[in-house]
């Protein structure tokens, strides 16, 4: 398993950005399929967006296609979502997930690897 560190998330306006990101700890992701997602309040996990290492698929949400972006560095060891446009009910909890893979997943149960998570909360 890869360890995962996520960072970037807090408070933001209603149609504000936040950038998030999602290192791999003493890893990269090269081979690898990086998924985010989220958890809002009561609510089940649900995918926002994945791609395979090299950034040549990607897959997105409906609900966030047109405002949220995923994208990796050069070094492959850090994996971002650029939010924005962002809502009130985008507040969650978005975690990072990651396999060995070169297709992109859009389920829990596919990914090994997560990270703990970082808070982003929508005020309107």
């Known amino acids: 398993q890869v360890q995962l560190v996520e960072s970037g998330g807090g408070l933001v306006q209603a149609g504000g950005s936040v950038r998030l990101s999602c290192a791999a700890s003493?890893?990269?992701?090269?081979?690898?399929?990086i998924g985010w997602f989220r958890q809002a309040p009561g609510k089940e996990r649900e995918f926002v967006a994945g791609?395979?290492?090299?950034?040549?698929?990607?897959a997105y949400a409906n609900f966030v296609k047109g405002r949220f972006t995923i994208s990796g560095d050069n070094a492959k060891t850090t994996v971002y979502l650029q939010m924005k446009t962002l809502k009130p009910e985008d507040t969650a909890v978005y975690y990072c997930?990651?396999?060995?893979?070169?297709?992109?997943?859009?389920?829990?149960?596919?990914?090994?690897?997560w990270g703990q998570g970082t808070q982003v909360t929508v005020s309107s």
């Open positions: 003493g890893h990269t992701f090269h081979g690898y399929s």
């Open positions: 791609m395979i290492h090299s950034g040549s698929r990607t």
């Open positions: 997930a990651t396999r060995w893979a070169s297709r992109v997943f859009t389920t829990i149960e596919e990914y090994d690897s």
